[in-house]
């Protein structure tokens, strides 16, 4: 999902249209203003980068769901469950380890053995000085922004190598990686996400906002969103 969404910076980033910012939203999203207010708040922050970063330490358990060294145990057509690096037990490995063959025996896939070569192996080390962060997927970037963390990235391959053993890397890859470039002095502005996303309690997704009227709507973006999510058709 990273790397989709880097390849898709990087071909944005050759257009010769001259972008101000780069928003990452799902297929679920909706702007809560119109075209000329978007035009508008854009351009009133050249510099401003929105995206969600919070320390691991603030989220419920977040050592566990959140954890930033997990195996991965599988090539995608063998995606089973993580396993956190030296704090399984043994029972779990042990179903995931009886998990693996089953498929394996179903499926024939004989040359995936190798799997088992790397699935209790060591993820990289990583640069103890950098300051892991954790926040929602969806971000708005400024051109600037995405410029500095292409040319990051080709200088320090050893920070995407770290985050494909990341569990959920999704929300802790560019969440980490902006607020570092910002001590590095190459941003301006930090603010938080722009993306509305109502969540209830244990819940296993989002609510959906259909039913939105006018007045929550304007509610929102009133409290500083400009977009949300999920909905399945358009505002009352």
């Not at 040359?111 to 926040?135: C, M, T, V, W």
Request: glycine share 4%; charged share 25%; aromatic share 14%.
């Amino acid at each position: 999902m990273v790397r989709c969404t880097l390849e898709a910076l990087k071909f944005a980033s050759k257009r010769n249209a001259a972008y101000s910012h780069f928003a990452l939203l799902s297929g679920s999203c909706m702007p809560l203003v119109n075209s000329q207010r978007l035009v508008n708040f854009f351009d009133a922050n050249p510099k401003t980068a929105f995206i969600d970063s919070r320390s691991i330490d603030c989220i419920p358990d977040g050592h566990d769901r959140h954890s930033l060294r997990w195996h991965r145990f599988g090539d995608g057509q063998f995606d089973l469950i993580a396993l956190p690096y030296k704090q399984t037990p043994w029972g779990k490995s042990l179903k995931v380890l009886l998990q693996f063959f089953s498929k394996l025996c179903l499926k024939r896939k004989f040359n995936s053995l190798r799997l088992l070569q790397h699935a209790f192996r060591d993820s990289p080390e990583f640069n103890q000085e950098i300051d892991i962060k954790l926040g929602s997927q969806w971000w708005v970037l400024t051109n600037q922004n995405v410029l500095d963390i292409i040319s990051y990235l080709e200088n320090n391959p050893k920070y995407l190598t770290f985050f494909e053993y990341s569990k959920i890397s999704d929300e802790s890859f560019f969440q980490t990686l902006v607020p570092l470039l910002e001590r590095k002095g190459l941003n301006t502005s930090i603010k938080p996400s722009l993306t509305y996303t109502s969540w209830r309690t244990n819940a296993p997704s989002p609510e959906w906002l259909d039913a939105m009227t006018s007045v929550e709507r304007e509610s929102l973006v009133n409290r500083g969103h400009i977009f949300a999510r999920k909905f399945r058709g358009t505002f009352r």
